[in-house]
């Protein structure tokens, strides 16, 4: 929202002539003012309208302004929107405190100071346009930070790829001129330097692998989630001697849109390396089901648990890779969860059946 543009201000008083007061002294925040008779029309108004800022007069016939008021709170709309009573009868404490109890953010009393109602109404405009501005500073930095991480994955995609084709095959052709020359060489300390060198290449082109594999493994593209994880887990066991379990269901796991299957991959990923850094865990629970209300993400280990702050996601206390976890999560649309299992560390990621915005490797590639 710039700084310019008019914000929507509801007055509500079943007496005109207050009304055409109030549009008066309001008039010189130079905002858009409506006016409505009564808690009906002004129900009807704030259907097709968003508003900034209420200003309800507390004695109205039929439906009064306490409880019209609370019909306000109940619409998610409006959980935030200022509104400030105006009441032409003394105001008690048990009135303020109704009053805030049915979501008003102040009071303003009859007769009405135009310098007073002009400044408290001017300062709920002005945070309503502040909250404004941070929801769309944080709406554009969500969509930053979900395209970095679309871009970062297809990156990972084309190193896996240039290691593979290019350096993974280098390396092969090496080995295969080194096992040339054992086979044409006469001299046995040639044959021991060759075959030395040939188990060097050989430990070479596995590494290349293994850090082809772990930057994007070529099985997720090419059959599937459950199958990528299933080689990944093995992998992992072997590296980490931490004893891994993978359960997933159904047995025959569906195929998943392109960026639902990696972000579900490297969520798993980054919970298991967190295991292996930090846990001391000797035992790990992955746990991927299919189900009617989407896909569940379970890692658990035995180890010694988070701090409660961690587990809190408390801004200060998540890391990158928690929080990258989460960014995945929220992306798609998904819960993401943290809890201390007793012994060990539960994560829990429930992503719903719309799976939020999808794109496919192709797509990824074109805006990369």
Known sequence: MSAKEKVNILLVDDQPGKLLSYDVILRELDENLVKATSAREALGMLLRMDFAVVLLDVSMPEIDGFELARMIRQHPRF?????????????TDVDRLKGYEMGGADYISVPVVPELLRAKVGVFVELHRKAKEMDDLNAQLQQVSSRLMRVQDEERRRIARELHDGLGQELSAIKMM????????SAPSK???????????????????????LLHPPLLDEVGLASALRCYLDGVTK???????LDIQPRQFPRLPGNVETAIFRIIQEALTNVFRHSKASKSWVVLSHEEKGVVVMVRDDGKGLPEEVVELRTDSVGVGLEGMRQRSKELGGQFRLSNANPGTLLEVIIPRDYGPVTTSAQVSAMS
Request: glycine share 2%; proline share 0%.
């Open 239 to 245: 590296r980490s001697r931490i004893d891994i379990s």
């Open 191 to 213: 044959d021991n330097l060759a075959l030395e060198g040939t188990d060097l290449v050989d430990r070479a082109i596995q590494q290349v692998r293994t850090m082809s594999y």
């Open 79 to 91: 959980h935030k929107t200022a509104i400030i009573f105006v009441s032409a009868l003394l105001v």
């Open 178 to 185: 080194l096992a040339r020359i054992v086979e044409e060489s």
